[in-house]
């Protein structure tokens, strides 16, 4: 680990274990500002902005390795960092104009600045594409107008990426997005908040909802390489490939503190360890904390701004999906196994369970992301023409080493017709394998073997169970009109 990351750690430690309390801090809204300049005096955003604007180079592994001290400590200071990392500062990295780039890298870096991106819509969550926010082009720049809520670090974030569609004059807008930088210093781009929301956990970070009416100039709209929406792909891509090292420290301290509290709390002549239940259930934790550190290694090779990753939306989907599934999981099974002492919102699980939710539904819902990879893997099988998904698997790229490890689950045909609810179990199948494949790659890194074999042999149980679910032909509905014959106590006699 750098000395930079090693710094920023004990930084962090002293601030919320030494000079404040970290459990009482994480209850009030907000933290106060004295707690932020201290954080921030460490520079931690330097590790997203290029060597020859003042930062560490953008490097993946870095930014990982950042995101997962803050998260072992915070998941919210932790997402507080991932939104200023992926969703600004790479972007800008990447296809900000040189005559901004400057200026706002070094109010990042002097005047401890935090930028974030406003794509989300009251009327338009998941369905960006048609997305209201519209701009046209005028001799001063590019005047954008709309509404946009959700977006984290509302009302804090000194500088926003904002995506609009061009107003086409006709009542219509462009198909095209595209994305202007705002700057709240400036009265002409300056974006309102029409109100704050009572977001349920994750207190460190403001949401709301953003009126939008500014003025931008020509230099501080993005150039894509392309198209506005293969550079969206790529920016929420490269996102959700860094949800990894925000899910590495929080899954991390969840299994400290699971295996701290069953090592010492006594029950009868042994203590938690010794129940075989409980053994199960930290095993559990301990896959997700061998899958976690074997996406992260992967992330760090291909997830650099260096590359278009418009086009990976497979394993991009399958990482997000994946790891915030596994946080809440191990979220949960911390609780468990803390007993009475973890059902409070000031214990590290407690807090856990209600700020590692949201992160199953925004930048995609996970039901939605594990349907486009079932999406994408059944048009390859048709591409090559063949119909068996084990067959299909061990001989794709991404899932060729680790198909066979569940042969015996995964030898069968989907088939043409499958329901949405189908497509989710088949999704989450293919995201487990894929990243089976990741922890081989791992462990051909000199991972350890104990963790791979008790990671394989959870996931052996999890593809059983899904599999399962997968070949069962009930379809449960919900009965709307419900009411009438179902009051239990009109049965009693």
């Not at 920016?235 to 490939?241: G, Q, T």
């Not at 550190?293 to 418009?310: R, V």
């Amino acid at each position: 680990m750098s000395e930079f990351i090693c710094h920023f750690e004990q930084a962090l430690k002293r601030i919320f274990h030494e000079q404040h309390d970290i459990d009482q801090l994480s209850l009030q809204r907000g933290l106060p500002p004295e707690v932020w300049k201290s954080i921030m005096d460490c520079l931690p955003l330097s590790v997203a902005i290029p060597k020859q604007f003042g930062g560490r180079g953008v490097i993946v592994k870095e930014c990982l390795s950042l995101l997962s001290s803050a998260s072992y400590e915070s998941l919210p200071l932790s997402l507080t960092f991932g939104i200023n990392i992926a969703l600004f500062l790479e972007p800008l990295a990447k296809y900000g104009t040189q005559h901004i780039q400057g200026r706002i890298f070094n109010d990042f870096i002097q005047n401890q600045c935090m930028g974030g991106l406003m794509i989300t819509e009251p009327d338009f969550g998941s369905d960006a594409l048609n997305m209201k926010t519209a701009y046209t082009e005028t001799a001063d720049g590019f005047a954008l107008k709309g509404l946009k809520h959700w977006q984290g670090l509302t009302g804090q974030a000194n500088y926003w990426i904002v995506a609009a569609r061009k107003d086409l004059n006709n009542g219509d807008l462009a198909r095209d997005i595209d994305f202007f930088i705002t700057d709240n210093a400036h009265p002409q781009q300056h974006i309102e908040v029409v109100s704050y929301y009572d977001n349920l956990g994750l207190y460190m970070i403001p949401y709301g909802l953003n009126k939008i009416n500014a003025i931008v100039p020509h230099n501080q709209r993005l150039q894509p390489e392309s198209t506005g929406i293969k550079m969206m792909l790529d920016i929420l891509h490269r996102s959700r490939m860094q949800f990894p090292g925000m899910g590495m420290g929080f899954i991390k301290r969840m299994l400290d503190e699971a295996l701290s509290h069953c090592e010492n709390r006594v029950i009868g002549t042994g203590n938690l360890l010794s129940l075989d239940a409980v053994q199960f259930q930290l095993s559990k934790i301990q896959t997700a904390y061998t899958i976690c550190s074997a996406m992260c290694h992967k992330s760090s090779s291909i997830s650099g701004i260096e590359n278009n990753l418009a086009i990976e939306g497979l394993e991009a989907n399958s990482m997000k999906a994946l790891v915030t599934d596994l946080m809440q999981e191990s979220a949960q099974l911390c609780v468990q196994v803390s007993g009475a002492n973890g059902y409070r919102i000031s214990h590290i699980a407690g807090r856990g369970i209600v700020d590692s939710r949201p992160f199953q539904i925004f930048e995609g819902s996970n039901e939605m992301l594990y349907t486009q990879i079932a999406e994408i893997i059944i048009k390859n099988m048709k591409k090559a023409k063949n119909e068996n998904l084990y067959s299909f698997l061990s001989s794709f790229v991404k899932t060729d080493r680790a198909a066979g490890y569940f042969r015996e689950y995964i030898n069968f045909t989907p088939g043409d017709l499958i329901s949405q609810r189908k497509l989710v179990d088949l999704g989450k199948i293919i995201s487990r394998i894929i990243c089976v494949q990741y922890v081989l790659e791992l462990q051909d890194a000199g991972y350890r073997t104990d963790l791979v074999n008790t990671c394989i042999q959870a996931m052996q149980m999890d593809i059983a169970k899904l599999a399962s679910n997968f070949k069962l032909g009930h379809y449960t509905k919900a009965v709307h009109e419900y009411q009438e014959g179902s009051a239990w106590f009109d049965f009693v006699r």
